[in-house]
């Protein structure tokens, strides 16, 4: 038989939901074409997010337990993700797209001749391998392509699919791991945090983003005020990372994070193709610009044209009412 496996990431402590939106794909996969769905965590405390694991239907976990995953380092990442190819010798290997997975997703396709096709918004097995859409040319375009190999490598925007519970008893396995001192390429000194917001956008479940239109602290004031109460991150365009108004670490778009919430906020944005390229992936887009031929109505699906300055107050009131 034949195995799905599935990467799960582990960030601040926590399972990372896109991780487990693809673990829930490849369940359904699984089901659906008789193969094994497992997955493999790595991390200091891998053992203790195999409960969590377990409720989107691995029947198999592999758990690689060292001190040396207390943070991301490239080098002994790859050397797990390796043994456990070896050990577990999947035909589909699924990863979420995150930064720290672009940084070792082509070493190991290397270390294990094995095909990759990465940042697909969708995917499904043929024969003989994987079939992917592939967002291109700032999402305008969609690319499909196929990876033809007896092992294939894929990593999935987060929010592309659903999460789905579908509990599962799993058999745990332990891989052994061991990394010399003269193995590691680099060393670990100190990691500073961006000053930014401090809810991750990849996993944020909603985004208040804001644009040129925010013109000054008070418009500012309104995007912290709406973020909070919807509990929701914060996001903003080029022009206001690049005249210093929010940290760089906030961008989304071509040149800065790829998002896909299932809301998407976003205020006094124009709707550039490069920031749209950023945030098309969104389930539900609400705009608030006082231009009503913003291209950013284009991708909306709720608009509302008017002065942010306006509307944000009354909205944000109405949410509170709402949540209350
Ligand atoms: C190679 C390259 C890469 C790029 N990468 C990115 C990227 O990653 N992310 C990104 O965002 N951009 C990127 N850009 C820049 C992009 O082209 C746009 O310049 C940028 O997205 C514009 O930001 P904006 O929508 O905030 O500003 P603007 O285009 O100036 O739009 C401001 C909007 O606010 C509205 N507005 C003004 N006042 C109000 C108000 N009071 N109430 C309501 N609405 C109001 C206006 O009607 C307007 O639509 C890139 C550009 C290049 C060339």
Redesign the pocket.
Known sequence: MSTILTYIAISDGKLKRSSLEVLSHCKSLADASGASCEAVVIDANASSFIEGIQKYGASKVHVVEDPIFKNHMNTPLLKALANVMNSVNPSVFAFASTEGTKDVLGALAANQNAAVIADVASFELIDGGVKAKRPVMAAKIMNNTEAKSDKVLVSVRSGSYDLNESPESAEIVNIDFSMDDSEMKSTLREIISASGDTIDLNEAEAIVAA???V?DEDGKALISELASVLKAGIG?????TESGVYDPSL??????KVVSPQLYIA?????????V??MANSKVIVA????PD?P?FEVADYGIV????K?LPPFIEEIKKIKS
């Not at 903003?236 to 206001?240: I, Y």
């Not at 961008?251 to 800065?256: A, L």
């Open positions: 644009g040129r239109g013109k903003a365009s080029r022009a206001l961008q989304i778009g071509q040149t800065g205020v006094g944005i124009s709707g550039a193709i490069q920031h390229a950023g608030i610009n006082k231009d913003a950013i008017g002065d942010l300055y509307v």
